[in-house]
C-alpha cells in the first residue's frame, strides 16, 4: 500500500513541476502566520501565493512537519522536498522551510478548502497541528487598458502606460462641459452625477469578482486614491450594478433619486472608501471622472487601487493583503489647425462692421457652413473673436467634444466663451494669470497650429503649436504668460514652437503667417508675409508704367505707387520687418521640416510706430491675417494699386494661390478691422472636425 501511495500521489503530495514553478515566481507573495492549534480563516486571491516560514510558526523542539490538503489547495515547500517523497509524510524542518501555498479556481462556498501542517519533534512524535480554512477569491479592477471600447479582464497592461499603436493604457476625459443650459457651470464643479448624459463624459472602471457568497468575517474592499491624485479625479459608483435592472417605467418614477444611484465613493475630501463585495460572479460599475487637464505640476496619470483588507486584531486596523490597480491618462486638450475641415464660424456683429459681417455672411454660405453670430448684447463693442478664444477638442475611445480654451485677456467678451459656448457636449477651460501683467500676447491670434508634419524622421501627426514671444535676448519684451504657456507645454501631443512676434505692435502671429491647405507636396503651404514680395509687385507696376496707380484709391491715406518706391525711411522700416520675418521663416523651416518650395510669399508692407517702441503694423489691409474655409479663403482687402480696373495686389494673391485650387474672397475690413489694427482672421473664429489620427497613438 505504501509502494502504491508512492506511485499515485496527490496534487499536494509533490513538488510542483518546473513549468509551474515559472508560474509561480511571476505571482504575487503575501505573508502569513501559521497559528499552532488554532483554526484560522484566511482568504486566498487567485493569482497570487500565501508565504508561511515554518521554522517561525513551529513549536518549540520541531524537527519535521508534514502538510496534508484538499485538492483545491496547491501547495509547495522550498527547499523542495526530495522527489519521490510525499508531503503527507514528514519532512525535515530546516531554518529556510517556506510553505507556498495558493488556488486556481474562486470558492464556491466559504472555508470548504482545508489546509494542515503537522509539526513533529526529533522521534516524529507529533507536537501540534496548524489548520487553516481557505476561501479563494478572484478580484479584478478593469478598465479599457487597450483602448477599443471594451473592458476586458485582468488585461495584463492595466496598470501602466505606452503611447503608441501598439501602446497601452486607459483614457480619462476631464468633465469639463455642463449638463445644463441654465445656471450653467463645469461639471467638475459640482461632485454629483444629476444626468444620465454626464456618464458619457466620464470613464468605466469595472471590479469584477468571483468566490463565495460572502467574505471571512472581517474581510473587506477597499477602493483608494493618493492625495496627489485625488486632486485630478473623483470616482463614483453605480449602486445598480450587479442587480435585475428596473423597468424604463420605473426608472422614470425614480428619476429623482437618479443622484443616490450614483453616489460619490471618491475625491479629495475621501481617499478611500469600502466597496461592496456581492459574492459569486459579479461585476460592480465605477465612472471615473477627470478633473484637470495635465498641466506644469500633473503629468496627466492617476493611479486607482483596489485592495482587499484582512482583519486584525479588535480595535486594530484592517490589513491590504491584496492590492489590484489601474492606471489613466488623462486626454490632452488638441488644436484643429486650417486643413481640417469648418464645422461653424463665429463672428461678432457691432454698430459698424455691417459691410464686413456681409462679406463673412456670403462666405461662409457658399462654402457650406455655419455662420454664428455674437450679438452686441454679449460682446458688447468686442470685436476681436479669434483673440478671445481658441477651439479645441478632447478625445477618447468612447467619447469625443469640442472644448474651447479661454484666453486671460478678459475683454468685453469674455462672458460669451462660457455663458454661450459651453454646454452639453461643449467643454469650458481657462488659464488664470497670477502676479502676470496680460499683455497684448496672450490673445489667440498669437496661439496657432500647423497641419501634421515630419521632422528628420520624428513624425508630429496632431502638427505643432504656435506662439509668439519676445524675441530671445531681448531683457523687457512682452510674452504670453506663463500660465497658458505651460498649460500648452504640458498637453505634449502638439509640442510647441515659439515664434519672434514682439516686433508687432499687437505682436500676434497670425499677423505675418498662416497655413492654407494644398494637394501636393506635404499637403499644406506656409504663408508668410513679406515685404520684399511687396516690394517687387511695386517695382514691377512702376517699370510698366503705372508708377502714378494709387493705394486707397478715394480715401484719405491715398498714395501712389511712385510715393511708396521713394520713401527711403518706408523702405528701411520694412527691411527691419523682412529680417524679423526671416528669422521666424528659418525657425519655421527647421521646426516644421519645410522647403522652400513649402512657403509662399505674400507682398505685404508693414509701417514703423515711433510712438510703439518702434513696433510694426500692417500698412495696408493685412492679407495673411485670412479665414480658412476648405478651399475658400476670405482675405482683407487691400486696397491695392488699381491697374487696369483691377487691384494689382489682389490679382497677385490669385497668382499665388489659385494655382494650389484655392479660392480667394476679398473682404472690406479697412474702417471696422484694419484701423484698429486688426483683421479678417483677428475678427473671426472657426471650429474645426477633429483629427481622424488618435492622439495616444502617437509615439513619444
Excluded at 73 to 101: E, H, Y
Excluded at 417 to 441: I, K, N
Excluded at 452 to 479: D, E, M, Q, S, W
Aim: proline share 6%; charged share 25%.
Amino acid at each position: 500500500m505504501e509502494q502504491q501511495q508512492k506511485q499515485r500521489p496527490g496534487p499536494a503530495d509533490l513538488p510542483w513541476t518546473s513549468k509551474v514553478q515559472r508560474t509561480a515566481a511571476n505571482m504575487d507573495q503575501r505573508t502569513c502566520r501559521l497559528y499552532v492549534d488554532m483554526t484560522q480563516s484566511l482568504v486566498c486571491v487567485v493569482g497570487t501565493e500565501l508565504s508561511v516560514s515554518l521554522n517561525r510558526c513551529s513549536p518549540i523542539g520541531s524537527k519535521f512537519f508534514s502538510v496534508k490538503c484538499t485538492p483545491t489547495v496547491r501547495c509547495r515547500v522550498v527547499p523542495a522536498a526530495v522527489v519521490g517523497d510525499s508531503l503527507f509524510s514528514p519532512q525535515t524542518l530546516t531554518r529556510n522551510s517556506v510553505l507556498f501555498i495558493s488556488m486556481d479556481a474562486a470558492s464556491k462556498l466559504p472555508n470548504e478548502s482545508k489546509l494542515s501542517v503537522k509539526f513533529y519533534g526529533s522521534k516524529k512524535e507529533a507536537l501540534g497541528n496548524a489548520v487553516l480554512h481557505l476561501a479563494a477569491v478572484e478580484i479584478s479592477l478593469d478598465v479599457d487598458a487597450d483602448r477599443d471600447g471594451i473592458i476586458e479582464k485582468n488585461n495584463s497592461n492595466k496598470a501602466s502606460w505606452k503611447w503608441g499603436p501598439n501602446g497601452h493604457g486607459a483614457v480619462l476625459l476631464v468633465n469639463c462641459d455642463s449638463e445644463s443650459y441654465y445656471k450653467k457651470s463645469v461639471d467638475t464643479e459640482k461632485e454629483e452625477i444629476s444626468k444620465v448624459s454626464d456618464l458619457k463624459d466620464m470613464s468605466r472602471m469595472i471590479l469584477r469578482t468571483s468566490g463565495p457568497a460572502q467574505l471571512p468575517k472581517g474581510y473587506k474592499l477597499s477602493l483608494h486614491i493618493t492625495q496627489t491624485d485625488a486632486e485630478s479625479v473623483r470616482v463614483f459608483r453605480n449602486k445598480n450594478s450587479g442587480k435585475q435592472q428596473a423597468s424604463s417605467t420605473l426608472k422614470n418614477l425614480l428619476l429623482k433619486l437618479f443622484m443616490q444611484d450614483y453616489p460619490l465613493v471618491l475625491n479629495k475630501e475621501q481617499l478611500a472608501a469600502e466597496v461592496p463585495y456581492l459574492g459569486g460572479n459579479s461585476e460592480l460599475e465605477f465612472f471615473v471622472e477627470g478633473l484637470r487637464f495635465p498641466d506644469k505640476d500633473f503629468e496627466g496619470l492617476v493611479t486607482i487601487n483596489l485592495s482587499l483588507l484582512e482583519p486584525s486584531a479588535q480595535d486594530f486596523p484592517e490589513t491590504p493583503i491584496f492590492t489590484d490597480k489601474v492606471v489613466f491618462r488623462v486626454a490632452p486638450w488638441i488644436m484643429t489647425p486650417n486643413t481640417l475641415k469648418p464645422v461653424e464660424v463665429f463672428v461678432c456683429s457691432t454698430s459698424d462692421n455691417y459691410g464686413f459681417l456681409k462679406g463673412m455672411r456670403n462666405l461662409v454660405q457658399i462654402s457650406g457652413y455655419k455662420l454664428k453670430i455674437c450679438h452686441q448684447y454679449m460682446n458688447r463693442g468686442d470685436r476681436w473673436m479669434q483673440d478671445e478664444i481658441e477651439f479645441g477638442y478632447i478625445d477618447s475611445p468612447h467619447q469625443s467634444f469640442p472644448v474651447v480654451l479661454d484666453s486671460p485677456r478678459d475683454g468685453q467678451l469674455k462672458e460669451f466663451p462660457y455663458e454661450v459656448l459651453l454646454g452639453p457636449d461643449f467643454g469650458y477651460v481657462t488659464r488664470y494669470a497670477q502676479a502676470e501683467e496680460v499683455s497684448s500676447l496672450d490673445s489667440f491670434g498669437n496661439l496657432e497650429v500647423s497641419p501634421p508634419v515630419t521632422v528628420n524622421g520624428k513624425n508630429y501627426p496632431l502638427g505643432r503649436i504656435i506662439i509668439g514671444v519676445a524675441f530671445p535676448t531681448t531683457a523687457h519684451g512682452r510674452n504670453m504668460t506663463k500660465v497658458v504657456q505651460d498649460f500648452l507645454w504640458a498637453q505634449k501631443v502638439q509640442e510647441p514652437i515659439a515664434l519672434y512676434s514682439d516686433w508687432l505692435v499687437v505682436g500676434h502671429v497670425d499677423e505675418f503667417m498662416t497655413f492654407v491647405p494644398a494637394p501636393d507636396r506635404k499637403g499644406f503651404r506656409l504663408l508668410l508675409a513679406s515685404p520684399d514680395a511687396a516690394y517687387t509687385v511695386f517695382a514691377n507696376l512702376q517699370n510698366n508704367g503705372h508708377g502714378e496707380a494709387k493705394l486707397f484709391q478715394g480715401k484719405d491715406e491715398e498714395i501712389s505707387v511712385n510715393e511708396i518706391l521713394s520713401n527711403e525711411e518706408f523702405r528701411a522700416e520694412n527691411i527691419y520687418v523682412q529680417s524679423c520675418i526671416d528669422w521666424n521663416r528659418d525657425v519655421l523651416k527647421k521646426e516644421l521640416g519645410l522647403d522652400e518650395d513649402d512657403i509662399i510669399d505674400l507682398p505685404i508692407l508693414f509701417k514703423v510706430m515711433c510712438e510703439e517702441e518702434n513696433r510694426a503694423v500692417a500698412y495696408y489691409p493685412d492679407m495673411v491675417n485670412m479665414i480658412v474655409l476648405g478651399t475658400n479663403l476670405g482675405i482683407p482687402k487691400p486696397f491695392g494699386p488699381q491697374v487696369n480696373g483691377s487691384c494689382a495686389l489682389e490679382t497677385e494673391m490669385r497668382s499665388l494661390l489659385k494655382p494650389l485650387g484655392l479660392n480667394c474672397t476679398f473682404i472690406d475690413d479697412f474702417a471696422s478691422y484694419h484701423k484698429l489694427l486688426g483683421e479678417v482672421h483677428c475678427g473671426s473664429n472657426v471650429r474645426r472636425e477633429p483629427f481622424a489620427f488618435k492622439w495616444w497613438n502617437l509615439e513619444m
